[in-house]
């Protein structure tokens, strides 16, 4: 089945900093890349996804990059905000079901 | 953030009973899910379902159970046979199984003494 492994586990910026974060997947017929966030005491929320025909998609702050040949995709959060602050998941979908990267804890100092 | 319900927000139990864990969603999906997530790490996948009356297994299923007979409803039972069920259980929905953004619910934390 799908592996998905996910780094940092922990990341910590300054206020205004760019993040990180990024992610590897095992099974080549995943076609599908969400991230999702969750804040503290929150369910988990989808704030960007991706799909295999494309490499690139930005919305305003937050980008990510996809790299088929090396089944690497990563986030990308420019100018970060206090309320950035959250867990964050990546996530791989071959077709019937999602698979998570185990999360990364952002903590933005202001 | 509405649309998609779960209850209790926490539930505790003694060792060797089975507990019911209920979801609900008015948003008319057809795939449902549940989720495990223990302190630490990332979501782990227990059941899915596609349709009414059909389910599968995910990566740990085992010691649990789950029944689809309304397309609103996707009820986690956490049996006494789950060696670790004290846990953050996650319901999700999505229109389908493959390459839709899934809807997750408020999550219900159990603690089994």
């Known amino acids: 089945g799908e592996n998905v492994e996910q780094h940092p586990s922990t990341l910590s910026v300054q206020e205004g900093d760019s993040a990180v974060i990024k992610c590897t997947y095992s099974?080549?017929?995943?076609?599908?890349f969400p991230w999702y966030k969750q804040e503290l005491g929150k369910r988990p929320q989808l704030i960007i996804d991706?799909?295999?025909?494309?490499g690139e998609k930005k919305d305003q702050r937050i980008a990510v990059t996809l790299n088929k040949t090396a089944k690497h995709f990563s986030l990308h959060i420019t100018e970060t905000q206090p309320e950035d602050s959250a867990v964050y998941f990546c996530?791989?979908?071959?077709?019937?079901?999602?698979?998570f990267g185990g999360g990364t804890r952002l903590m933005v100092k202001p | 953030d509405g649309g998609i319900t779960q209850s209790p927000k926490y539930l505790f139990r003694k060792e060797g009973q089975n507990v019911t864990l209920s979801c609900e969603q008015n948003?008319?999906?057809?795939?449902m899910y549940w989720y495990r997530q223990d302190p630490g790490q990332g979501l782990r996948l227990i059941y899915y379902?596609?349709?009414?009356?059909?389910?599968q297994k995910g990566d740990i299923a085992e010691g649990y159970s789950v029944s689809r007979e309304k397309k609103e409803s996707f009820p986690l039972t956490v049996t006494s046979a789950q060696k670790n069920p004290t846990a953050f259980y996650l319901c999700?929905?999505?229109?389908?199984?493959?390459?839709?953004?899934?809807?997750f619910g408020p999550g219900t934390r159990l603690t089994v003494t």
């Open positions: 999700a929905s999505s229109q389908g199984l493959a390459g839709y953004e899934q809807y």
């Open positions: 099974d080549s017929a995943s076609n599908y």
């Open positions: 991706i799909r295999s025909n494309v």
């Open positions: 996530a791989a979908d071959a077709g019937n079901m999602l698979t």
């Open positions: 948003l008319n999906h057809d795939a």
């Open positions: 379902s596609q349709i009414v009356n059909d389910f």
